[in-house]
């Protein structure tokens, strides 16, 4: 799978297509230039890995047991190749991860089941329900990658401790239609002690021309 890297120091963000996007799709839609102040001035680098989508999630092909295997590849490898590559070009500690759509999601899943290595998780429109993609199947390995599920029922304390560390924004539109599993989410963090910023943005807001400002505004600088 490919990847683009976008500057040089700073802190690292690992960055997700929506869905069925390709690694090159931020920088097709003008995100990369949205943080283009961040980049020249060593605020930021950011790590944009391909999709799987057509794979996992979104493979109707396939039964969603499998789908649920393949996205478990594919988490394994941003965990042990994307992750480590990072590090090795940038020691910077801190690690945001983000995404648009789908791409909020693997942000989010990637963060909410991994929180010790993840520092800020910023979901730009996201719907972090999976079982939109398995037709309502559920079993143990759909559930293992639903934040909708798994976060109801964390009683994990290390794994709590962590969240709480952990900067989470969860970023959508009034309007939009998956605002209701957002606020669901919020809800279901705060349920458990875990603070989050749910920000709300005037209208649909599920596009490329708002997710430029949101990325913009919740990304912050860190030297």
């Known amino acids: 799978m490919d990847l ?61 047991a499998d789908r649920a295997w393949r996205q478990t590849q594919y988490e394994n490898y941003v965990l042990h190749e994307v ?16 995404g648009a759509s789908f791409g909020a999601y693997h942000a989010a899943d990637l963060a909410f089941r991994y929180p010790w290595t993840v520092n800020r998780m910023i979901g730009l429109s996201g719907l972090y329900d999976v079982k939109e993609n398995t037709e309502g199947y559920n079993d143990a390995a759909v559930y293992a990658h639903d934040p909708s599920q798994y976060l109801v029922h964390e009683h994990d304390p290390h794994r709590l401790d962590a969240l709480r560390r952990m900067d989470i924004i969860l970023a959508t539109g009034q309007d939009d239609a998956f605002r209701a599993n957002n606020e669901y989410i919020s809800r279901a963090l705060w349920d458990k002690g875990v603070g989050n910023a749910l920000r709300l943005w005037d209208g649909w807001a599920h596009d490329w021309p708002w997710w430029r400002q949101m990325i913009q505004m919740y990304v912050g600088g860190h030297d």
């Open 4 to 64: 683009l890297v976008f500057g040089h120091a700073g802190a690292r963000m690992l960055v997700y297509p929506s869905s069925m996007g390709k690694f090159f799709e931020w920088e097709d839609r003008g995100m990369v230039d949205a943080l283009s102040e961040h980049l020249s001035r060593g605020w930021l680098q950011m790590f944009c890995v391909d999709s799987v989508d057509e794979e996992s999630w979104y493979a109707k092909w396939k039964h969603p």
């Open 83 to 98: 992750l480590p590559l990072s590090r090795d070009i940038n020691p910077h500690p801190y690690l945001i991860t983000t």
